[in-house]
């Protein structure tokens, strides 16, 4: 009997650990400095919700503007983005990070939201202002990474990646039921930017 209950016990195991990985909660994007590489670069972006739905947003808006928006913002962000990163990096000083980011994905989602098309210039503008909050945010992270370069080479290739999934979502859904699902999106994306102001 006891046997038989150590062979249960062993083949529940596995169960249970993916369960537990499952249950899981992911890691705060800023709690702390950046560990790994490559992976890890590539993870922060896609499991730090802020960056996520704010990198999306850039994708997403580009596409509903549509003409040279459709690239120019995408493009413009890692850019920007990269100043950032060197401005944590150096230790700038920069207030309110944090606000700034759950700002970015609050100001996109509505942008979305009500189908704002605004001159190219202040659109561009505004994808800059909020890159330089996210980018900042990594680059103070960089300097504790095992490996920060080719960390930063991840978490480039993961925002690109976001970026075009964004372009393809807004191309995709943005003519259906008149824009209304891209609308909706951009709506869902700004509560997200209200959970983080709040949280």
């Known amino acids: 009997m006891r046997g038989l209950e150590l062979v249960r016990r062993r083949r529940a195991m596995p169960a249970v650990a ?19 590489g490559f992976l890890s670069g590539v993870a922060h972006p896609l499991f730090g919700y802020d960056h996520l739905l704010a990198m999306l947003a850039v994708g997403i808006w580009g596409a509903q503007i549509g003409g040279r928006s459709v690239w120019t913002l995408p493009v413009t962000f890692p850019l920007i983005m ?13 207030p309110s990070v944090e606000l700034g980011i759950a700002l970015s994905v609050l100001v996109l989602g509505l942008a979305i939201a009500f189908a ?7 659109a561009l503008l505004i994808v800059a202002a909020f890159a330089i909050f996210h980018g900042y945010a990594h680059g103070a992270e960089l300097p504790t990474a095992a490996d920060p370069a080719a960390y930063s080479i991840g978490f480039v290739a993961a925002t690109g990646g976001i970026h075009v999934a964004g372009i393809a979502i807004g191309l995709l859904l943005g003519r259906l039921y008149e824009g209304r699902v891209s609308r ?3 709506g869902a994306i700004a509560a997200g930017g209200l959970y983080f102001l709040w949280a």
């Open 18 to 36: 993916v369960l537990a990985v499952l249950l899981s909660g992911p890691a705060e994007a800023h709690t702390g400095g950046a560990v790994g």
């Open 82 to 94: 990269a100043l950032g990163g060197v401005l944590g990096m150096a230790g700038v000083p920069l």
């Open 116 to 122: 704002w098309r605004p001159f190219e210039p202040v």
């Open 184 to 186: 909706g999106l951009g």
